[in-house]
């Protein structure tokens, strides 16, 4: 009788701590935003129809993302990049380029949802040949011009903000951007590397190829602009820049080693003191440019906690051939879902679907504590 007694006490514990979890209340959330990039295609190889070769973009992904992503009613998206297939000085080409994917955004815009840009390398960068005879991708200053001129409402609009969100922001200032002579910048970088605050959350965006110095990050700048939002009171940082700071390789390529570096890592030393200063600040470092969805703690193996989420999966062709990975999930177009909540845990759901247009699943779903 003990014993039966004993397993029913036990029983009605448990049964008591699973009603109090069903009871708790939900933890507020203090802001929500998805961000994704990538959505250009590839002409060279993927055939597309006479609509999307006008405009070289992925029209039908774009479209579901957009429409899946007001049904959850974000306050923000931040694009990361490469929204344009861009790679010329032909203005009227870029505009037409640029108009387009701001019509296909525009709804999320007049339903409550701010889009935020930011700068990839089709955007900035030309193809021209070096000296060798060998193409290369080279940001140049008409291409940074053609950004602010087609982007620049977007950078920043405080009210709009304020209206769209229903939260201020605060800290915006056009000028607080990397300067000329500091982190290899040679060009006016206002409105390509910017930042601002929503309460205490920070957020900054940061041009991964700016003129001359392409394949790098505003370190300086980045660590002078966290100290001051700290010394403000924020307490949870994210970062949004187009090319990753580490390259994804699935576990069958390592053994392959057929996989190259080609983000922020072709420049190792600066990659590093970069993700000092992610790692000091513990922020969240949002990219694109590889078009796949992986999320990582590059330095989990040391101690380190801070996140790297590459979600470059907005429409462009899949950066994994096919057969190199055994993860499914690298062949879906994906984006990321994510909620501050009121005890600074940010919430991460990644949702997808494969190129099939299959239903969209839940790939990946995780909490980041504070």
Same mark, same amino acid.
């Given at each position: 009788?003990?014993? %039966?007694?004993?397993?029913?006490?036990?029983?009605?514990?448990?049964?008591?701590?699973?009603?109090?979890?069903?009871?708790?209340?939900?933890?507020?959330?203090?802001?929500?935003?998805?961000?994704?990039?990538?959505?250009?295609?590839?002409?060279?190889?993927?055939?597309?129809? /006479?609509?999307?070769?006008?405009?070289?973009?992925?029209?039908?992904?774009?479209?579901?993302?957009?429409?899946?992503?007001?049904?959850?009613k974000p306050q923000a998206l931040?694009?990361?990049?490469?929204?344009?297939?861009?790679?010329?000085? /032909?203005?009227?080409?870029?505009?037409?380029?640029?108009?387009?994917?701001?019509?296909?955004?525009?709804?999320?815009? *007049?339903?409550?949802t701010y889009v935020v840009p930011?700068?990839?390398?089709?955007?900035?960068?030309?193809?021209?040949?070096?000296?060798?005879?060998?193409?290369?991708?080279?940001?140049?200053?008409?291409? *940074?011009?053609?950004?602010?001129?087609?982007?620049?409402?977007?950078?920043?609009?405080?009210?709009?903000?304020?209206?769209?969100?229903?939260?201020?922001?605060?800290?915006?200032?056009?000028?607080?951007?990397?300067?000329?002579?500091? /982190?290899?910048?040679?060009?006016?970088?206002?409105?390509?590397?910017?930042?601002?605050?929503?309460?205490?959350?920070?957020?900054?965006?940061?041009?991964?190829?700016?003129?001359?110095?392409?394949?790098?990050?505003?370190?300086?700048?980045?660590?002078?602009?966290?100290?001051?939002?700290?010394?403000?009171?924020?307490?949870?940082?994210?970062?949004?820049?187009?090319?990753?700071?580490?390259?994804?390789?699935? *576990?069958?390529?390592?053994?392959?080693?057929?996989?190259?570096?080609?983000?922020?890592?072709?420049?190792?030393?600066?990659?590093?003191?970069?993700?000092? %200063?992610?790692?000091?600040?513990?922020?969240?470092?949002?990219?694109?440019?590889?078009?796949?969805?992986?999320?990582?703690?590059?330095?989990?193996?040391?101690?380190?906690?801070?996140?790297?989420?590459?979600?470059?999966?907005?429409?462009?062709?899949?950066?994994?051939?096919?057969?190199?990975?055994?993860?499914?999930?690298?062949?879906?177009?994906?984006?990321?879902? %994510?909620?501050?909540?009121?005890?600074?845990?940010?919430?991460?759901? %990644?949702?997808g679907f494969d190129e099939n247009?299959?239903?969209?699943?839940?790939?990946?779903?995780?909490?980041?504590?504070?």
């Amino acid at each position: 009788m003990k014993k %039966v007694a004993h397993y029913l006490s036990f029983i009605s514990l448990l049964l008591i701590a699973l009603l109090a979890q069903a009871q708790a209340p939900e933890k507020a959330v203090l802001f929500h935003f998805t961000t994704v990039g990538d959505s250009r295609e590839e002409p060279a190889l993927v055939k597309l129809s /006479d609509q999307d070769m006008l405009w070289i973009q992925n029209t039908k992904v774009l479209a579901r993302m957009i429409r899946e992503m007001q049904a959850d009613k974000p306050q923000a998206l931040f694009f990361n990049g490469d929204m344009i297939y861009g790679y010329t000085q /032909d203005r009227a080409v870029l505009d037409r380029h640029y108009a387009y994917w701001r019509g296909m955004v525009a709804n999320l815009m *007049e339903t409550g949802t701010y889009v935020v840009p930011v700068p990839g390398n089709h955007e900035v960068q030309i193809k021209v040949k070096n000296a060798q005879g060998k193409e290369i991708k080279t940001a140049v200053v008409e291409s *940074e011009n053609a950004w602010r001129a087609n982007m620049g409402d977007l950078i920043f609009n405080q009210t709009r903000w304020q209206a769209m969100t229903k939260l201020p922001s605060s800290a915006w200032n056009i000028d607080n951007a990397p300067q000329i002579g500091v /982190d290899g910048i040679t060009t006016d970088q206002r409105q390509l590397s910017y930042s601002f605050d929503v309460g205490k959350i920070h957020f900054a965006i940061i041009n991964t190829d700016p003129v001359g110095f392409d394949d790098s990050a505003p370190v300086k700048w980045l660590e002078a602009d966290f100290a001051a939002a700290k010394a403000r009171g924020a307490n949870r940082f994210f970062v949004f820049g187009h090319k990753m700071a580490f390259t994804y390789v699935p *576990e069958k390529q390592k053994k392959l080693n057929t996989v190259r570096a080609d983000g922020l890592d072709l420049r190792p030393e600066l990659r590093d003191a970069f993700w000092n %200063v992610i790692e000091t600040y513990q922020a969240i470092f949002f990219t694109g440019h590889q078009h796949v969805f992986h999320a990582e703690q590059p330095r989990k193996d040391s101690g380190g906690k801070a996140w790297q989420i590459i979600v470059g999966s907005g429409g462009s062709n899949f950066s994994i051939k096919k057969g190199a990975s055994d993860n499914a999930y690298d062949y879906y177009f994906s984006w990321a879902d %994510v909620s501050v909540l009121a005890d600074n845990t940010v919430r991460i759901k %990644v949702l997808g679907f494969d190129e099939n247009f299959g239903p969209t699943r839940v790939i990946d779903t995780w909490d980041i504590q504070p």
